[in-house]
């Protein structure tokens, strides 16, 4: 069994119900994995999707809106490189790879799911489950808030610990970016919750 699951959405709306989706990313790993020093070792066990947002927005309604392009074309190129990618996947492709990747992965009704305010990325897989037909692959009953996490462990009230972003400066992890941003939160909830800031 894999110990937890964690996934991430990035979006043209900040509407969950209906928007358009970008990319998404999640990694299924044990604890253990989770360390300063295994950056390139969580890259690689992530799963990767760029979306064909045209289709969702011309075939199948999805939306977009001006706050998030404009906050997208404020970001820097790193991030605003997945509009470029030439490697997109429909709607109807998303559901059955993921649940191939959570599979092979070990993944069991007993893994725990990480989100980054799953009020917004849930609602995004639910709506996609919903309108392919295709079931969320992973137990709802485990999904856990990063930043509840953090706060309640830490003393927080914003989700981050003082100190984070400087720690992690250097480790070449880029912001927006699905994959890293589940890294980052993988590395930041190991560090609240074992107060080790040395993992």
Not at 25 to 34: E, K, L, P
Not at 104 to 130: C, E, M, V, W
Not at 158 to 167: A, R, S
Request: charged residues 25%; negative net charge; hydrophobic residues 40%.
């Amino acid at each position: 069994m894999s110990e937890v699951l964690i996934l991430d959405y990035e979006t043209l709306s900040n509407r969950p119900y209906n928007t358009a989706v970008l990319s998404f990313a999640a990694i299924i790993c044990d604890w253990a994995d989770v360390r300063f020093d295994n950056i390139e070792g969580l890259r690689a066990k992530a799963f990767y999707q760029v979306f064909d947002t045209l289709e969702q927005l011309e075939k199948l309604g999805y939306e977009s809106n001006a706050e998030t392009l404009r906050w997208w074309s404020e970001q820097g190129e790193s991030a605003r490189k997945v509009f470029t990618d030439p490697n997109r996947v429909s709607v109807n492709e998303h559901l059955p790879a993921f649940t191939k990747y959570c599979v092979d992965s070990g993944l069991t009704q007993k893994t725990t799911t990480l989100i980054r305010a799953p009020h917004f990325d849930f609602p995004i897989i639910d709506n996609i489950a919903q309108k392919t037909g295709w079931p969320i692959p992973f137990n709802h009953w485990k999904v856990r808030d990063v930043r509840s996490i953090v706060d309640a462990c830490c003393g927080t009230d914003n989700g981050y610990i003082p100190g984070f972003k400087e720690k992690i400066a250097n480790l070449g992890l880029h912001e927006h970016d699905a994959r890293d941003d589940c890294i980052k939160d993988l590395l930041i909830t190991k560090i609240a919750m074992t107060g080790d800031y040395d993992i």
